[in-house]
């Protein structure tokens, strides 16, 4: 079953939310997903315990550096899909999962020092596609961006990944006040009540616009596997 790794060693760059995110429209679509939550922070593990948390999302919280790949891979006998949201750093327990991936999203916000962290897991990357002897998939999406209008900022780092060969997602995660609220409240985008969250449908559909863009990106994989 396909493993889907978020990292980035900058915190604080959106990494935690976009796993959630894609967790959860994933499972609103019927898909059995298991959420390794490798994150020192245990924010999905927090949210796990509020109310509203499909019942076909599974977490997986106890993990170390040693255990991660046992825990992929007993996760993948059970889930369609494994999402695993890694700590700020890069660790051995990120090179290990990095290794297992089927594809990595790198979160970066618009800003220089998200984009040097970004640069930093795309290095272990490469490093585990020289020791695995594979193509491992991954690609940028930005995060908390505008609404309305780019930051020269963001349009500068987007340029900068552009012009390195650095694919991005073409859906951004905008900033929503739902997305905040999933971690207050728990439960999903859907389960939130409308008159109590501002462009609630907007939030929604920029969710599940992501999440199409991630089948996509596994469906290209696995077929650039097969061939090869």
Known sequence: MPVIAFANPKGGAGKTTTALLLATELAAKGAAVAIIDADPEKWISQWSRLPGKPDNVTIIGDVTEDTVVDAIEDAERTAQFVIVDLEGTASLMVSNAIGMADLVVIPIQGSSMDAKGGAKTIRLIRNQEKMSRRKIAHAVVLTRTGAAVTS?????????????????FATPIVERAAYRDLFDYGGTLSGLAGSQV?????A???????AGEVIVKLKAADGTRAAA
């Open 204 to 210: 929604i559909q920029n969710a599940r616009e992501f």
């Open 198 to 202: 501002s462009n609630l449908d907007k």
């Open 152 to 168: 020269r900022a963001l349009r500068n780092v987007a340029e900068q990944l552009k012009a390195g060969g650095i694919e991005i």
